[in-house]
């Protein structure tokens, strides 16, 4: 079976769905490895069988790493192209949206440090996945965990934006908020995409107790966002004309506040998921200039 994955790995490009790679090619490679043991009678046999699987989960996962950050490298044609093409969205994507919001900001978030964002996230089915972007096939920072960052910074230190109010900015159950967030897709990188990285959990709960005497350490290896990768997002608002100007000046500058003081996705505490922001460019309608 690794021998086939193997094989299956050299011949993957950036063309290929990596999602669709994933799922299909797991499934083929454990139908393949189990042959004729799929059909389990006994509790020894399926008990065997569950082992076999979770050691082949992880050197899948493994596997499948290795092989994204080999791919997703900054001499690869297709990855080029791949990133070209998010640029090209948030382009078309900032016009239309100009057309539309009082207020808009093309804002670029580069990465101080790695990324682990979405680790169960359904588009990289691994053992420790990553948000992964069905249509643009590129790893990405969904606008929730943007807007989560944002909207706990103002929480906890209680800013306020030109006197809106958290449920102004936010919404709540019954009532939508006036800030609209997009999410952010990578247009570069310094050298990789993706890098691998690995934690070593020691024990298996069982039950609420952790029996020292069965500690296997058991390294899992999964992709992160690397660290110098740059990604671009929108930030747009509907609001009164009086309050554009003040909004389109405060709000880029509370935001990069937010991100540097939280970070964005898991272990910020660990020095994961730092990152800087820079104001691409900035849209005020016409009706709102003074």
Not at 28 to 49: M, N, P, Q, T
Not at 91 to 119: C, D, G, P, Q, W
Not at 225 to 230: D, F, K, L, R, T
Request: aromatic share 10%; net charge positive; glycine share 4%.
């Amino acid at each position: 079976m690794k021998k086939a994955l193997n094989m299956l790995i050299k011949e993957v490009n950036a063309n290929y769905n990596i999602y669709s790679v994933i799922v299909r090619q797991f499934v083929d490679s454990v139908i393949s490895d189990l042959k004729g043991e799929l059909k389990i009678y006994s509790e020894i046999r399926r008990e065997k069988a569950r082992k076999r699987l979770e050691g082949l989960y992880t050197y899948y996962s493994k596997e499948i790493t290795k092989m994204l950050y080999k791919l997703y490298d900054r001499n690869n044609t297709m990855v080029n192209k791949l990133l070209q093409n998010a640029l090209l969205y948030f382009k078309e994507l900032y016009a239309s949206f100009a057309r539309t919001f009082n207020v808009v900001l093309l804002l670029s978030m580069e990465t101080n440090s790695r990324v682990i964002i979405h680790t169960k996230n359904p588009y990289m089915p691994l053992e420790i996945g990553l948000a992964w972007h069905p249509l643009f096939n590129l790893p990405y920072i969904p606008s929730t965990s943007i807007k989560g960052a944002f909207r706990s910074y103002i929480e906890e230190k209680k800013t306020k934006i030109c006197n809106y109010s958290l449920e102004d900015l936010f919404g709540s159950l019954n009532r939508e908020g006036l800030l609209v967030f997009t999410d952010a897709l990578p247009v570069s990188c310094k050298t990789k995409l993706i890098e691998p990285e690995v934690i070593t959990p020691h024990y298996i709960e069982s039950e609420g107790l952790i029996d020292e005497l069965s500690s296997k350490p058991r390294p899992l290896v999964f992709p992160v966002i690397a660290s110098g990768v740059e990604l671009e997002f929108i930030v747009a608002a509907r609001v009164e004309d009086k309050r554009a100007m003040c909004l389109i000046k405060e709000l880029p500058a509370e935001l990069e506040k937010a991100l540097e003081y939280n970070g964005i996705g898991a272990k910020v505490n660990l020095g994961y998921g730092m990152v800087s922001l820079t104001i691409r460019s900035r849209s005020l309608l016409e009706r709102c200039k003074p």
